[in-house]
């Protein structure tokens, strides 16, 4: 089954270190995209950054950078440099093809608190 | 200029009623989807539509109607309201229902509370 796991349910960093969130994904499809979305404590859900299964370079955003490990099926997010306005949840999320149409499917997210 | 927006932000209902949200995104994208975020934040897809026709529905209750007037818009008609409805509904779009690489853009999301 397609799937995607985040084993961290809560990080901690302290401002202006990098932090790795992890994900990890189960799928058997060749083509799929990885995504990774910002949830804020006022809700809404913000893109990220997006990865490509068939993309040879690991994918970079300003201070996000996606560490995508075929082999391993992880897309760890690396958040550089963290700021205070960095806390939210973050989800790790996969399109996949269902039936010829895309759908996707979210992780259960990781709370991530940028202390001072 | 808000790409995807919803409303309302926050509704707060009896059991039993019915309610609607409505969606609207001016991306000029082809796909629109209604997703359900429990308590615990899980997200779930819920419908999607392309070009106003229904392709995803997964095994949602007939009490949740989506009805897409134009490719612009998406509503979601709750009927029958029960405490277990009670999440936030987010709505989203994307440019097209087939590609992989196509990202989807958010909603602010719709905090419905069944009482």
């Known amino acids: 089954a397609q799937k995607i796991t985040q084993t961290q349910p809560g990080m901690f960093v302290q401002e202006k270190e990098a932090v790795t969130l992890d994900c990890t994904y189960d799928?058997?499809?060749?083509?799929?995209?990885l995504f990774w979305y910002k949830q804020p404590s006022s809700g809404e859900m913000i893109f990220l950054i997006y990865?490509?299964?068939?993309?040879?370079q690991n994918a970079t955003e300003g201070r996000y950078s996606l560490n995508f490990q075929k082999a391993r099926k992880s897309a760890n997010l690396v958040i550089s440099a963290s700021q205070l306005g960095d806390s939210a949840m973050y989800f790790c999320?996969?399109?996949?093809?269902?039936?010829?149409?895309?759908?996707?499917?979210f992780g259960t997210g990781t709370r991530l608190l940028v202390s001072p | 200029d808000t790409a995807v927006s919803q409303t309302p932000k926050y509704l707060v209902t009896q059991m039993g009623n019915d309610k609607s949200i409505k969606c609207e995104q001016n991306?000029?994208?082809?796909?629109m989807y209604w997703y359900k975020q429990d308590s615990k934040k899980f997200l779930k897809i819920m419908f999607s539509?392309?070009?106003?026709?229904?392709?995803i529905n997964e095994t949602v209750p007939n009490r949740f109607s989506p009805k897409s007037p134009d490719k612009a818009h998406l509503n979601l008609h709750i009927n029958s309201l029960e405490l277990g409805d009670s999440a936030v509904y987010f709505c989203?779009?994307?440019?097209?229902?087939?590609?992989?690489?196509?990202?989807?853009?958010f909603g602010p999301g719709t905090r419905l509370t069944v009482l």
């Open positions: 989203a779009s994307s440019p097209s229902l087939a590609g992989v690489k196509d990202t989807q853009y």
């Open positions: 799928t058997s499809d060749p083509s799929y995209g």
């Open positions: 990865q490509g299964s068939y993309d040879q």
């Open positions: 999320a996969m399109t996949i093809m269902n039936t010829g149409f895309q759908k996707l499917v």
């Open positions: 991306l000029g994208h082809d796909t």
């Open positions: 539509y392309n070009n106003k026709e229904l392709i």
